[in-house]
Structure formats: structure tokens, C-alpha cells
């Protein structure tokens, strides 16, 4: 049975998950400050405590626009932890560091894709296929990563 062995990451590929990590921390961010902006041009908030000092500020649950925000950032929160843990793991197996940094760089792409053709500019096939991309690389990674240790 192989032991999980953090140091046989190669520093160049801890450098360069911890750098497009980052990017994806600050893309998740973003989408919090585009949900507040949303909900202050619109006035609509979700609680009436929110609205009790904004004079035109009315409590609403179902606005289409800030929703589909919503659900990208939602969707989000339901696949980037998975992909940090998952790619941590694989890092740990030794990959090529050349395949490492293209399927870091590949994730972190298509999420920020998945973000701008769900939340921003609503425009399918390419929301679905960066989804489908960042999907697949998780799956990979998670496969490899249970081969390995197998």
C-alpha cells in the first residue's frame, strides 16, 4: 500500500496550483460582488432586515437575474473545493508536471468560461462544455489519484 507522501510534489506544480488556485478563489469572490451589485441596482434582498434602512429595498426571493448568478455561483461552490482537494491528492502521485500544469490551467479556464456563459453572458454550448471540461478533469484526476494509491 502507497502512502500519501506530500513531498513528491514538485515545488513547480505546488507553485502553480497554489497561483491558479488563487485566480479561483478571487473568480469565486467576484461572483459574490456580482450577486451584492445585482441586488443593490436592483433593490431586491432576500431578508427584511435587509431592507429596513434602503427606502426602495423590497425583500424578493425569486428575481430571475440575481438567481441565475445564484445558481452559477452555487455551482461553483459544488464543484472548486471538490477540484482543490482532488488535484491536491493527484499532485501528491507525481504526474508530469507538463499535464499537471495544463489540466490546472484547463480547469481554472473553464471555470472562469462556465462563470461568464452562465452568469454574464448567458450562451450555451459554451457553459455546458466548460462544465463537461472541468468535470472531466476532476474525474481523471480522481481516477489516477485512485490508481496510484490502489
Same mark, same amino acid.
Given at each position: 500500500?502507497?502512502?500519501?507522501?506530500?513531498?513528491?510534489?514538485?515545488?513547480?506544480? =505546488?507553485?502553480?496550483?497554489?497561483?491558479?488556485?488563487?485566480? =479561483?478563489?478571487?473568480?469565486? /469572490?467576484?461572483?459574490? /460582488?456580482?450577486?451584492?451589485?445585482?441586488?443593490?441596482?436592483?433593490?431586491?434582498?432576500?431578508?427584511?432586515?435587509?431592507?429596513?434602512?434602503?427606502?426602495?429595498?423590497?425583500?424578493?426571493?425569486?428575481?430571475?437575474?440575481?438567481?441565475? %448568478?445564484?445558481?452559477?455561483?452555487?455551482?461553483?461552490?459544488?464543484?472548486?473545493?471538490?477540484?482543490?482537494?482532488?488535484?491536491? !491528492?493527484?499532485?501528491?502521485?507525481?504526474?508530469?508536471?507538463? !499535464?499537471?500544469?495544463? !489540466?490546472?490551467?484547463?480547469?481554472?479556464?473553464?471555470?472562469?468560461?462556465?462563470? @461568464?456563459?452562465?452568469? %454574464?453572458?448567458?450562451?450555451?454550448?459554451?457553459?455546458?462544455?466548460?462544465?463537461?471540461?472541468? @468535470?472531466?478533469?476532476?474525474?481523471?484526476?480522481?481516477?489516477?489519484? @485512485?490508481?496510484?494509491? =490502489?
Amino acid at each position: 500500500m502507497t502512502t500519501l507522501n506530500t513531498s513528491l510534489i514538485d515545488p513547480e506544480l =505546488l507553485r502553480n496550483f497554489a497561483f491558479w488556485g488563487s485566480i =479561483l478563489c478571487l473568480k469565486v /469572490v467576484a461572483v459574490v /460582488v456580482l450577486i451584492a451589485r445585482l441586488r443593490f441596482k436592483k433593490q431586491v434582498f432576500v431578508n427584511p432586515d435587509d431592507v429596513e434602512y434602503i427606502k426602495k429595498g423590497k425583500v424578493v426571493l425569486n428575481d430571475p437575474d440575481i438567481e441565475r %448568478v445564484r445558481r452559477a455561483h452555487l455551482n461553483d461552490l459544488e464543484n472548486i473545493p471538490l477540484w482543490f482537494f482532488v488535484t491536491f !491528492l493527484w499532485l501528491t502521485t507525481g504526474p508530469a508536471v507538463w !499535464l499537471a500544469m495544463i !489540466l490546472i490551467r484547463t480547469f481554472v479556464l473553464a471555470r472562469i468560461i462556465h462563470t @461568464l456563459s452562465y452568469a %454574464v453572458y448567458p450562451k450555451q454550448p459554451y457553459r455546458a462544455i466548460s462544465f463537461i471540461l472541468g @468535470l472531466v478533469i476532476i474525474i481523471f484526476q480522481a481516477i489516477s489519484t @485512485l490508481l496510484y494509491y =490502489l
